[in-house]
Nanobody
Framework: QVQLVESGGGLVQAGGSLRLSCAAS????????MGWYRQAPGKQRELVAS???????NFADSVKGRFTISRDDAKNTVYLQMNSLKPENTAVYYC????????????????????WGQGTQVTVSS
């Protein structure tokens, strides 16, 4: 019903930048909050950054000042700009859509709490 398609991962040297994109498919989709999580080998998945439909943002302490998050609601797309990347940022990055609904003539109908993308690998070499 709703799919999240991620792009923009890859290999970059320490100090470099990458921009991740995540587009949610589906017509009349509303998404309360979109975000990025990451999971490094042997570690739990953790929040990197999130943004609400009102524009409020939340960042992991380790990325504050280096990463920015934005969204284009007309395209149901969220972006993660990652600057000054460090080797410890190496992980699989997952897009998340939280509180997803469908806009109808009767109002928004919630369809699911969370959708996840397939993940995109980010590798930062030293």
């Amino acid at each position: 019903q709703v799919q999240l398609v991620e792009s923009g991962g890859g290999l970059v040297q320490a100090g470099g930048s990458l921009r991740l994109s995540c587009a949610a498919s589906g017509s009349a989709v509303t998404i309360k909050e979109m975000g990025w999580y990451r999971q490094a080998p042997g570690k739990q998945r953790e929040l990197v950054a999130s943004i609400t439909d009102g524009g409020s943002t939340n960042f992991a302490d380790s990325v504050k000042g280096r990463f920015t998050i934005s969204r284009d609601d007309a395209k149901n797309t969220v972006y993660l700009q990652m600057n000054s990347l460090k080797p410890e940022n190496t992980a699989v990055y997952y897009c998340n859509a939280h509180k997803v609904g469908i806009a109808t003539m009767f109002g928004t109908v919630n369809i699911r709490n969370d959708y996840w993308g397939q993940g995109t690998q980010v590798t930062v070499s030293s």
